[in-house]
């Protein structure tokens, strides 16, 4: 043909006719050029094989009659390699103007890295509406592997549906690549820019053109276009992003061809869809209503990775035409789920209606996610001792769980999870203990990290199982439990009298039941004292043997209660002769000490404890000079208070009244107890606000006049008065407020 045309050529300009030589070759030319170019749009996908070897697919769409046909392609590996992938599978699609082409190649990597991979091909089919001389561009594909020591090895998404497509004048088209990740990565969605010789940009890329929008939605990976307003051909291409434990972990590219065609017809409707979780072992199903706007035959069409597993994957049918005369087409997704599908991310399936028109078939899409959660431990129960808690539960039927994680909380909350709620969420005050690391081990001991639990509080558990990416079962039943009450419970630290020298305590505790006590005794009480909050300096102080355990109540005396808190412990003893052993101590708890610090006009009370009970409630107590008591000023949930509106200069004192509680039988309740009693001041330790300073000179009279305002409505309002200060620095004059 090349010949052909030459000859031609030569023998008009011979006989001097140059322009119809010039025409002639031109009309010749141009179906070739058109039959030269081929590529409509492709990407690149990989599979891991072992170690740092991985074989990628490059699927590419090329125009059917073309002559420029590929049996191979290049391939840039990214690491400063390149090689072949030859062609192993060509299929004319029922358009015949598309064909699908697939190349496969293998390459090992020297080691962990990222990398480019790059195929391209010249060139872009002729006519490309939003790529300027797309006849000139080369069409590349690129995706980004990379390798890692920080996670297991990684396999690109497969991409289920083709990208190409058609969409009709001023319709709202919507297209879904079908991306379906078989690690159970999680996916996300952008749109980006097409890519020219060496996986750059093309720099005069622009989006179609859209009447009211074009997008990507970013979690499902719809791309909408709303609508366009021109006929032709147009190329876009999306960025699909995969992600592992929040780590981004690989891209693809795909560059895909979207065709515009005058048309009356309008899309399909599909009714909507919701997502849906499933609890593994249960059967899925979900029905799938559409109609036409213009009557058209419609086929409903489902791709999704739950179709593609090999165990147990989900079926999906359309049954025969059944409310004929209102045009309603229905499918039908069924899904016996196992353990084996439990993951972290969910499945997505992509329901796609598709009419019949003779001119242009056009597309609705409804995605669903589904996510399949593992059945809740069965069976948790609690075992108390007087220190620890043992939990115990049946093995999960999801023998792919790798663990189990455990949650405490004190007191019961009543946690029912919904059809979608994994785990135990952090809003019902519950938090994570511990991680017991084998699917077989099905118990576990609370010591509270060695520290002993405490005596009369209410523990709650729950706990679920956990798998290798994440995922988590729904939540155990909520099970509760008390310490076993073998020991003496403390249930007053409380300050009778502040003095620096001869200050007193009143101590108590709750004696332990007769079931409790081992034998017939006798037994006795050993009570340490501790400066300090936290008990960290014990010394014994006291036994009290006398009246056995129903002797519960010591005072203690000759202490600085002025300058310190004070923390016991009472240990309870066998006392037999030849047979003298400790039967068991609570937790430490200290009396309430009470620390003021001094404002303006204010004073703030802050004050700390440390019990084995809840205080839920502190009354503020402040003395009364007329009535000589201290009375109440007010409550606070927490451990400060701030007393506004006194007077700078004058002393108030004040006490602070807990009151708390074990929320178990045969303990008194409320617990009050009191701190110290403290004395304060409120001072102005606040200075005034630094003045605006303005300043106008009058050259003619030699004089300055100065202004000045406070900066905001925040200032004190105790100014009484302004000192100015001047200096004359030389040549200029500086004055200051």
């Given at each position: 043909?090349?010949?052909?045309?030459?000859?031609?050529?030569?023998?008009?300009?011979?006989?001097?006719?140059?322009?119809?030589?010039?025409?002639?070759?031109?009309?010749?030319?141009?179906?070739?050029?058109?039959?030269?170019?081929?590529?409509?749009?492709?990407?690149?996908?990989?599979?891991?094989?072992?170690?740092?070897?991985?074989?990628?697919?490059?699927?590419?769409?090329?125009?059917?009659?073309?002559?420029?046909?590929?049996?191979?392609?290049?391939?840039?590996?990214?690491?400063?390699?390149?090689?072949?992938?030859?062609?192993?599978?060509?299929?004319?699609?029922?358009?015949?103007?598309?064909?699908?082409?697939?190349?496969?190649?293998?390459?090992?990597?020297?080691?962990?890295?990222?990398?480019?991979?790059?195929?391209?091909?010249?060139?872009?089919?002729?006519?490309?509406?939003?790529?300027?001389?797309?006849?000139?561009?080369?069409?590349?594909?690129?995706?980004?592997?990379?390798?890692?020591?920080?996670?297991?090895?990684?396999?690109?998404?497969?991409?289920?549906?083709?990208?190409?497509?058609?969409?009709?004048?001023?319709?709202?088209?919507?297209?879904?690549?079908?991306?379906?990740?078989?690690?159970?990565?999680?996916?996300?969605?952008?749109?980006?820019?097409?890519?020219?010789?060496?996986?750059?940009?093309?720099?005069?890329?622009?989006?179609?053109?859209?009447?009211?929008?074009?997008?990507?939605?970013?979690?499902?990976?719809?791309?909408?276009?709303?609508?366009?307003?021109?006929?032709?051909?147009?190329?876009?291409?999306?960025?699909?992003?995969?992600?592992?434990?929040?780590?981004?972990?690989?891209?693809?590219?795909?560059?895909?061809?979207?065709?515009?065609?005058?048309?009356?017809?309008?899309?399909?409707?599909?009714?909507?869809?919701?997502?849906?979780?499933?609890?593994?072992?249960?059967?899925?199903?979900?029905?799938?209503?559409?109609?036409?706007?213009?009557?058209?035959?419609?086929?409903?069409?489902?791709?999704?990775?739950?179709?593609?597993?090999?165990?147990?994957?989900?079926?999906?049918?359309?049954?025969?035409?059944?409310?004929?005369?209102?045009?309603?087409?229905?499918?039908?997704?069924?899904?016996?789920?196992?353990?084996?599908?439990?993951?972290?991310?969910?499945?997505?399936?992509?329901?796609?209606?598709?009419?019949?028109?003779?001119?242009?078939?056009?597309?609705?899409?409804?995605?669903?996610?589904?996510?399949?959660?593992?059945?809740?431990?069965?069976?948790?129960?609690?075992?108390?001792?007087?220190?620890?808690?043992?939990?115990?539960?049946?093995?999960?039927?999801?023998?792919?769980?790798?663990?189990?994680?455990?949650?405490?909380?004190?007191?019961?909350?009543?946690?029912?999870?919904?059809?979608?709620?994994?785990?135990?969420?952090?809003?019902?005050?519950?938090?994570?203990?511990?991680?017991?690391?084998?699917?077989?081990?099905?118990?576990?001991?609370?010591?509270?990290?060695?520290?002993?639990?405490?005596?009369?509080?209410?523990?709650?558990?729950?706990?679920?199982?956990?798998?290798?990416?994440?995922?988590?079962?729904?939540?155990?039943?909520?099970?509760?439990?008390?310490?076993?009450?073998?020991?003496?419970?403390?249930?007053?630290?409380?300050?009778?009298?502040?003095?620096?020298?001869?200050?007193?305590?009143?101590?108590?505790?709750?004696?332990?039941?007769?079931?409790?006590?081992?034998?017939?005794?006798?037994?006795?009480?050993?009570?340490?004292?501790?400066?300090?909050?936290?008990?960290?300096?014990?010394?014994?102080?006291?036994?009290?043997?006398?009246?056995?355990?129903?002797?519960?109540?010591?005072?203690?005396?000759?202490?600085?209660?002025?300058?310190?808190?004070?923390?016991?412990?009472?240990?309870?003893?066998?006392?037999?002769?030849?047979?003298?052993?400790?039967?068991?101590?609570?937790?430490?708890?200290?009396?309430?000490?009470?620390?003021?610090?001094?404002?303006?006009?204010?004073?703030?009370?802050?004050?700390?404890?440390?019990?084995?009970?809840?205080?839920?409630?502190?009354?503020?107590?402040?003395?009364?000079?007329?009535?000589?008591?201290?009375?109440?000023?007010?409550?606070?949930?927490?451990?400060?208070?701030?007393?506004?509106?006194?007077?700078?200069?004058?002393?108030?004192?004040?006490?602070?009244?807990?009151?708390?509680?074990?929320?178990?039988?045969?303990?008194?309740?409320?617990?009050?107890?009191?701190?110290?009693?403290?004395?304060?001041?409120?001072?102005?330790?606040?200075?005034?606000?630094?003045?605006?300073?303005?300043?106008?000179?009058?050259?003619?009279?030699?004089?300055?006049?100065?202004?000045?305002?406070?900066?905001?409505?925040?200032?004190?309002?105790?100014?009484?008065?302004?000192?100015?200060?001047?200096t004359n620095n030389y040549e200029r004059v500086v004055y200051r407020i």
């Open positions: 043909q090349a010949l052909f045309l030459t000859l031609s050529y030569q023998r008009l300009l011979k006989t001097g006719v140059f322009v119809q030589a010039l025409l002639i070759l031109l009309f010749l030319i141009n179906p070739l050029i058109m039959l030269a170019t081929h590529n409509r749009a492709g990407e690149i996908t990989y599979q891991h094989i072992s170690g740092y070897k991985y074989k990628i697919t490059i699927t590419t769409f090329t125009y059917t009659k073309s002559l420029a046909d590929r049996d191979y392609l290049d391939v840039s590996w990214g690491d400063n390699e390149t090689s072949i992938a030859y062609r192993i599978e060509e299929t004319i699609l029922p358009d015949d103007s598309y064909k699908m082409n697939i190349y496969t190649a293998t390459h090992k990597y020297p080691g962990a890295g990222t990398y480019e991979i790059i195929v391209e091909d010249p060139n872009r089919n002729f006519g490309v509406g939003n790529i300027p001389n797309s006849v000139n561009v080369v069409f590349a594909i690129k995706t980004v592997l990379k390798i890692s020591s920080s996670f297991e090895s990684n396999n690109t998404p497969l991409l289920l549906n083709y990208p190409i497509d058609k969409a009709a004048l001023n319709q709202v088209f919507i297209h879904n690549p079908g991306a379906w990740d078989p690690d159970g990565d999680s996916l996300s969605y952008k749109l980006t820019t097409c890519l020219e010789s060496g996986g750059a940009e093309i720099a005069d890329y622009s989006l179609p053109p859209y009447d009211n929008d074009f997008y990507v939605d970013e979690t499902t990976g719809d791309l909408v276009w709303d609508s366009p307003t021109i006929k032709g051909i147009f190329n876009v291409a999306i960025l699909i992003e995969e992600w592992r434990k929040g780590i981004k972990i690989g891209t693809i590219i795909r560059d895909m061809q979207i065709e515009v065609v005058e048309s009356n017809n309008k899309p399909p409707v599909i009714k909507e869809l919701k997502n849906v979780c499933v609890e593994a072992g249960d059967t899925l199903l979900i029905k799938v209503e559409a109609s036409d706007p213009d009557g058209n035959f419609v086929t409903i069409e489902a791709t999704g990775g739950p179709l593609l597993l090999s165990n147990s994957p989900a079926e999906y049918f359309t049954p025969p035409f059944s409310q004929a005369g209102e045009f309603l087409y229905t499918g039908l997704f069924r899904w016996l789920t196992n353990c084996g599908h439990v993951r972290k991310y969910p499945y997505q399936v992509t329901f796609r209606a598709v009419d019949d028109h003779p001119v242009v078939n056009l597309v609705d899409i409804e995605n669903v996610q589904i996510t399949v959660i593992a059945p809740a431990p069965e069976n948790l129960s609690l075992e108390p001792t007087n220190k620890t808690i043992e939990l115990n539960w049946d093995t999960t039927i999801c023998h792919n769980a790798i663990g189990y994680d455990i949650y405490r909380k004190i007191n019961s909350y009543g946690f029912v999870h919904d059809s979608c709620e994994t785990g135990v969420p952090a809003y019902t005050g519950y938090k994570k203990i511990a991680r017991v690391d084998s699917f077989y081990s099905t118990s576990y001991v609370d010591n509270d990290g060695g520290e002993g639990l405490r005596q009369g509080i209410e523990y709650c558990y729950m706990i679920d199982a956990v798998f290798a990416d994440g995922a988590e079962s729904f939540a155990s039943e909520e099970v509760c439990a008390h310490l076993v009450r073998g020991i003496p419970i403390i249930t007053n630290v409380s300050v009778d009298s502040t003095h620096k020298q001869n200050g007193k305590i009143y101590l108590a505790w709750s004696k332990p039941l007769e079931s409790d006590t081992l034998g017939p005794g006798p037994f006795l009480y050993h009570i340490y004292r501790s400066e300090g909050l936290w008990g960290q300096n014990l010394t014994f102080v006291d036994s009290l043997w006398q009246q056995g355990i129903n002797d519960t109540i010591y005072h203690d005396s000759m202490l600085n209660t002025l300058d310190f808190a004070y923390s016991y412990k009472v240990e309870m003893w066998h006392n037999a002769p030849g047979n003298r052993f400790l039967v068991g101590s609570p937790q430490i708890a200290s009396s309430i000490y009470l620390e003021i610090y001094a404002g303006d006009n204010h004073l703030k009370l802050s004050f700390d404890n440390n019990t084995p009970w809840v205080d839920s409630l502190f009354t503020i107590m402040r003395f009364n000079e007329f009535t000589e008591e201290y009375d109440s000023i007010g409550w606070s949930d927490s451990a400060s208070y701030i007393d506004f509106d006194l007077k700078n200069g004058k002393e108030y004192c004040y006490q602070i009244e807990g009151i708390g509680t074990y929320h178990v039988k045969h303990v008194i309740h409320p617990l009050i107890n009191f701190s110290q009693t403290n004395c304060a001041k409120p001072i102005d330790t606040i200075p005034p606000c630094r003045p605006e300073l303005s300043l106008a000179s009058n050259c003619d009279n030699f004089n300055n006049f100065l202004s000045w305002t406070n900066p905001n409505d925040t200032c004190p309002d105790d100014i009484i008065g302004y000192y100015i200060y001047y």
